[in-house]
């Protein structure tokens, strides 16, 4: 994180120039790369300091804190950089209430398997979102960021996700 591995921001002209230079998916409006330690983005976002830069930011962070050794589940990484998105953790129970009337949740067992890339034209993007973060939201809320920062050391120190979160939780 020093001078020399610091982080870019690139941001391009153009949606078009971000997708092709990213190979970010159509409905996305930024991405970090870990191997780069680049977060992207185009140019005209209105959300770029207050959703984009602390989104894909935080997947930098938190890779960095967990390391490229550990499994990451995709609903975990994405949970936690929703989490510190501050309009999206400020509409928490907009979104429970959308996922519950909707009955838009996803089952366990099958958000665990989802690539969030390849769900996006089923439209389910917007609900593996929604309901990771909800999920990162409800273990720091109910059981706090202490619990939470044990459970993600267990996940870098190279336990499995279930293991994780009975030693932590």
């Known amino acids: 994180w020093l001078w020399e591995n610091r982080v870019s921001i690139l941001i391009y002209p153009s ?37 984009v830069l602390p989104h894909e930011m935080t997947h930098l962070i938190f890779r960095d804190f967990i390391g490229f050794k550990g499994d990451i589940p995709l609903w975990l990484n994405e949970g936690v950089a929703q989490w510190e998105e501050p309009a999206k953790r400020a509409n928490l129970a907009r979104y429970h209430a959308r996922l519950s009337a909707d009955n838009a949740c996803i089952p366990f067992d099958r958000l665990m398997a989802m690539d969030v890339k390849q769900v996006a034209a089923s439209g389910r993007a917007s609900d593996f979102y929604s309901q990771a973060m909800s999920m990162v939201g409800f273990l720091i809320t109910r059981h706090g960021s202490a619990k939470f920062r044990t459970f993600c050391g267990e996940i870098r120190d190279g336990r499995s996700l279930d293991d994780s979160l009975r030693f932590a939780y």
């Open 15 to 51: 949606k078009g120039e971000f997708a092709g230079a990213t190979g970010a998916p159509a409905w996305a409006i930024g991405k970090a790369e870990y191997s780069r330690k680049t977060s992207s983005t185009y140019a005209g976002g209105e959300t770029f300091v207050d959703s």
